[in-house]
């Protein structure tokens, strides 16, 4: 097991739980001020929330909408030093439901200009350890670049339009350069050379196209970019064995929060973390939330079951969306060993 940058994975992510109140929220124990905080109801079908630091409280976009960025004055109303609160919008704080939010550090402000690509950022905010940034800024209809700051490459790009309804849009390494998949959609890959240019990202810069989805002139747009930081983070592929025992998927750490989407078949996205599972047995039932769609949390039974290992997963199932015969891609955080001393250790 490779050494880790990341000594504590719940200082740059976690995953936070919390009852709404119908009424001004102040949601703590997430550990940092989170920089990307992204919610959804789980005992109740309602849209996803994403709200962050670059855009600013209260601008809401949503995982499973195309609409455009919303100021919602009763959404998520600030970002705190232990987490955030929630005013008394049904979607983000409905007395007495059940919601999850998933958050993530990235450079504890909303950043600035990144001028390393053809097209200045309107702001990026940063994080060179756990290696995540967001990014905002105007299209120009052409072929470009634009800085991320991660100083390497980005191994997963989440795009979403702001100005204009559109789907969204997501660049995973084991898919290229060429190939999208839709965050808010059932769709499999689809080859678009538009989108991305036909060319991989750099350890500075993405690339955009002449498409509407990512670079149209005037457009306005914000980017979620993550990439592999051992001990910490993988976006990796897998392939399933359509079996009530599937494949081992090594991440090189526990897995604390995994998204995956089969991509060579139609089908849900789904999300997973450690808070929202129940044991049974050997292994711990499965709870899941969909990004694509609004409905409540996936019942504790018809997902089968998984194993958190100390260096990856395994899914007890051979549900088509995490295990059938096709192939997958995911994006997962969690924690390697430590030693006493703070540093990852290797394994014995």
């Known amino acids: ?62 995982s499973n909408d195309t609409a455009t960025e919303q100021t919602v004055a009763q959404g998520l109303t600030s970002f705190d030093s232990d987490g955030f609160t929630v ?20 450079g504890g402000n909303q950043g600035s200009s990144n001028t390393d690509g053809s097209i200045n950022t309107t702001y990026t905010s940063v994080n060179t350890t756990a290696k995540f ?3 905002t800024w105007t299209g120009t209809g052409s072929n470009a670049t634009v800085g991320h700051g991660l100083g390497v490459a980005p191994k997963m790009i989440i795009f979403k339009r702001l100005d204009s309804a559109d789907d969204w849009t997501v660049y995973h390494v084991r898919l290229g350069e060429t190939t999208k998949i839709d965050l808010n959609g059932t769709a499999t890959s689809s080859t678009v050379s538009s989108v991305f240019n036909d060319t991989a990202p750099t350890s500075s810069v993405f690339s955009v196209g002449t498409n509407g989805r990512t670079n149209a002139s005037g457009g306005n747009y914000v980017a979620y970019c993550f990439t592999d930081v051992a001990g910490y983070s993988k976006c990796g592929k897998y392939t399933g064995n359509n079996s009530s025992s599937g494949p081992f998927i090594y991440t090189g750490f526990k897995p604390s929060f995994i998204m995956i989407k089969r991509y060579d078949a139609t089908g849900d996205w789904r999300i997973y973390d450690t808070k929202r599972f129940s044991a049974g047995g050997p292994n711990n039932k499965l709870h899941y939330l969909r990004p694509n769609n609004a409905t409540t949390e996936g ?50």
């Open 1 to 62: 097991m490779a050494y880790s940058t990341v000594n504590k994975h719940t200082d740059f992510f976690n995953t936070k739980l919390y009852t709404g109140t119908g009424s001004s929220n102040a949601i703590s124990g997430v550990g940092f001020k989170p920089d990307l905080v992204w919610t959804k109801a789980r005992s109740e079908a309602r849209g996803h929330n994403l709200n962050d630091i670059v855009r600013g409280p209260s601008k809401w976009i949503g």
């Open 87 to 106: 005013g008394t919008g049904n979607d983000i704080n409905k007395n007495t439901i059940t919601f999850a939010s998933w958050n993530w550090l990235a």
């Open 299 to 348: 019942s504790t039974d018809s997902g089968g079951n998984w194993d958190m290992l100390s260096n990856g997963f395994r899914f007890y199932t051979s549900e088509s969306e995490i295990n059938g015969g096709g192939d997958y891609i995911y994006y997962a955080v969690g924690q390697t060993v430590v030693g006493s001393n703070n540093v990852a250790a290797t394994a014995r």
């Open 133 to 135: 940034s967001i990014s």
